[in-house]
């Protein structure tokens, strides 16, 4: 909740948030915070001084002591999709604000600018105490969280929770309003002849945000200027197609899922494949994707020229034009796209 906006005191938003979990023990954070008209980090602040601690900012102390943990679950969702990753953080790199963690089971990209506030949290769950530590924005939103499971090493969790903890527990956020969405360009504003002329010169995947840019397009606006050329639009449960080949045939993929603060990539199989209501489901002992099919708006098969040759990928976006996921084949820098992938992704095209 921005600050120009009334704030619950916490002792009152703990007892709402409580009553509200009494009533529906299932619900889920983020839609208690919304059921309550507060932020998620909000919510969780109101429990400090209980099970919740508050962490200092010091991101490169906290990616120094991740390793440290041994097995965890990183979590990083957007508003219709959640990754989950179980394995081992890789230590990190960053040039100014932008990181990698390049390890084989979690794969992060980060962006710093978005990260702001940090906590350690206990809370009951089915399973019993689920210990995490939860990242937000400074508008409230999580960007990033980490839970520790039966093989996480207990002391290095605590070290990092007695190393991080901030020296006042305040509950009080300094919270900025959502920044208002500016409308695309209309598709006649983009030259489109210049935009199809990058992206045939392309040389790395990298390059198209760049090109996206230069000729500020979105890229499912660039994805419909292309359309014949470079991408094709397939029907909207291609997405359930996808997976369920991928399983069948037993085709690595890379599973790209990101919020304005990070991006989390799978890199291998997907083997149970379970649709419970509107959410497409990936249930794998090491990987789980969340997926609310009932909100794809717009898949896309689009090609990208590459040193390596042409790089494919399946992309999917909301009813707004926000990107939901992206979908790859497994592949290393230098190396070609797997022939496999690129027979999936055709024979999708071909039922479209």
């Known amino acids: 909740m921005p600050l120009d ?7 009152d938003l703990r007892q709402l948030w409580l009553e ?12 208690a915070a919304e059921a309550l008209g507060v932020s998620e980090a909000e919510l969780v602040a109101s429990g400090l001084g209980e099970k919740t601690i508050r ?23 957007n508003e219709t999709v959640v990754h989950e990753r179980r394995g081992t953080y890789a230590e990190a790199s960053f040039n ?20 702001r506030f940090m906590f350690a949290v206990e809370e009951e769950s089915r399973r019993g105490i689920l210990k995490s530590l939860q990242i937000f924005d400074r508008h409230g939103t999580a960007v990033h969280k980490i839970y520790a499971g039966e093989n996480t090493d207990a002391a290095a969790w605590g070290a990092l929770i007695a190393d991080l903890r901030a020296p006042i527990q305040s509950a009080q956020l300094d919270l900025a309003a959502p920044a208002t969405k500016a409308a695309p360009r209309a598709d006649a504003e983009i030259d489109a002849g210049s935009l199809l ?14 090109l996206l840019m230069k000729h500020k397009a979105q890229p499912n606006q660039a994805f419909r200027l292309a359309e014949g050329r470079f991408s094709r639009r397939l029907e909207n449960s291609m997405v359930r197609r996808l997976l369920e080949t991928a399983s069948e045939r037993a085709v690595p993929i890379m599973v790209f899922v990101g919020n304005p603060g990070i991006i989390q990539i799978h890199s291998g199989p997907v083997v149970r494949i379970q649709t419970v209501g509107e959410w497409l489901n990936v249930l794998d002992p090491e990987f789980n994707l969340h997926l609310r099919e009932d909100k794809v708006a717009e ?54």
Not at 198 to 209: I, P
Not at 323 to 345: C, H, I, N, S, Y
Request: without cysteine; proline residues 8%.
């Open 197 to 210: 002329e990058g992206w045939q010169n392309l040389k790395d995947t990298h390059d198209f945000v760049p």
């Open 299 to 352: 898949v896309w098969k689009v090609e990208k020229p590459t040193s390596d040759g042409i790089v494919t990928s399946v992309e999917v976006f909301d009813g707004i034009g926000e990107r939901m996921a992206t979908f790859f084949g497994v592949r290393k820098p230098g190396q070609p796209e797997l022939e496999a992938w690129r027979d999936l992704v055709r024979d999708l095209g071909a039922t479209a």
């Open 5 to 11: 906006e009334p704030q619950l005191p916490e002792a």
């Open 96 to 115: 100014d604000h932008v990181g990698l963690v390049l390890g084989p089971d979690i794969d992060l990209r980060i962006f710093l600018k978005s990260w």
């Open 20 to 31: 509200l979990r009494q009533a529906k023990p299932r619900i889920r954070n983020r839609d």
């Open 55 to 77: 962490l200092q900012p010091d991101w490169p102390g906290l990616f120094a002591r991740l390793p440290k943990l041994g097995k965890v679950m990183a979590l990083t969702r």
